[in-house]
């Protein structure tokens, strides 16, 4: 059993450009929107030399994030551990110290206080074997380190939940505080996936798999009456995905993508929800799907007719539509 991860330094480098006008880099906002919910602590360094627009940039950054600002030397940066101290306390685990391969050296002294230098190097692994450090190449492979980490913590004592989906919708459910990386006191922590690494690596470390594999549809073949997967074509990645959940019966999908097609056709849901009727007794509440009509075009003579027989408009509202469509 080891320390949890309960807080994350990101030095200001592995965020913004070193140009005169401070930009982002590309996969910087994606991490910071994971971490933002994380239930996990999120702190940017930066040196007291750094320029002050971009000392503006960072500022503004931590607080669309609610993340923290240090100021932490390079050449003293044990000087800003009693700052962070005073503003974390005692977080009860460690705090992994993302970094430039060129600040290994200057920050390595944090590891007598139990932090995890983490180094960024485009080399990988392979330059960081020798150095009692852990090295990713990318910043997408953060999330997926903390969550190794952890489960080699705890052990068999959390499960990990992989989620997929677009980002807007897992803002969404991060903002409500779905998808924690710190553990639940119920033993679950939640890892965002990523088709930008490879999915080998990732889906070992889950058990669960949460997907909004609609979100991944390319095409959908709508005709003849056959329910099979086949008539969906994802994309590349979630094709990928449903390979190895079909292979891997260990890993639980939530929502099996093999039944997603029924989803699609709006007239099968509304069949599906007919079922409702069977599950109404006479002391509790009517439950019902909503009234529907199969409309295959709407010149049909008859369709005010057809609708109003369907429930879906009134009779009088029938008769009405009927003059006006014939006149």
Not at 11 to 26: G, K, Q, R, V
Not at 84 to 111: H, N, R, Y
Not at 249 to 272: E, T
Request: net charge negative.
């Amino acid at each position: 059993m080891g320390s949890l991860v309960k807080g994350v330094m990101i030095h200001e480098s592995l965020l913004i450009h070193d140009y005169a006008t401070p930009s982002f880099h590309s996969s910087a906002n994606s991490l910071l929107r994971k971490l933002r919910h994380s239930n996990l602590h999120v702190g940017i360094s930066f040196s007291p030399s750094l320029p002050q627009n971009k000392v503006s940039v960072l500022k503004k950054m931590a607080k669309e994030y609610s993340f923290d600002c240090f100021l932490l030397n390079d050449e003293s940066s044990v000087d800003g551990v009693n700052e962070i101290t005073l503003a974390w306390g005692d977080i009860g685990g460690e705090i992994w110290f993302l970094v430039p391969s060129d600040k290994k050296d200057a920050f390595g002294q944090l590891s007598n206080f139990g932090w995890i230098i983490a180094v960024f190097d485009v080399e990988g692994a392979g330059a960081c074997e020798s150095s009692g450090v852990v090295c990713i190449s990318k910043l997408e492979e953060l999330p997926m380190i903390i969550c190794a980490s952890i489960r080699k913590a705890i052990g068999d004592e959390v499960v990990t939940v992989g989620y997929i989906m677009k980002p807007s919708r897992e803002e969404d459910f991060a903002k409500r505080g779905a998808f924690p990386m710190n553990p639940t006191p119920n033993g679950l922590m939640f890892l965002p996936l990523t088709f930008e690494l490879p999915l080998l690596s990732q889906l070992q470390l889950v058990d669960i798999v949460l997907h909004k594999a609609t979100d991944e549809i390319i095409s959908v073949d709508l005709s003849g009456s056959s329910e099979s997967s086949n008539r969906i074509t994802f994309s590349t990645g979630m094709q990928e995905l449903q390979r190895y959940m079909e292979h891997h019966s260990d890993c639980f999908a939530i929502d099996p993508l093999d039944k997603i097609y029924p989803v699609l056709d709006r007239l099968k849901i509304q069949q599906i929800l007919l079922g409702l009727d069977a599950l109404n007794k006479e002391s509790c509440r009517a439950i019902r799907g909503p009234h529907f009509l199969k409309v295959n075009g709407f010149n049909d003579p008859d369709l005010a007719q057809s609708l109003s027989e369907a429930k879906i408009i009134s009779s009088e509202y029938s008769e009405t539509s009927s003059c006006l469509w014939s006149s």
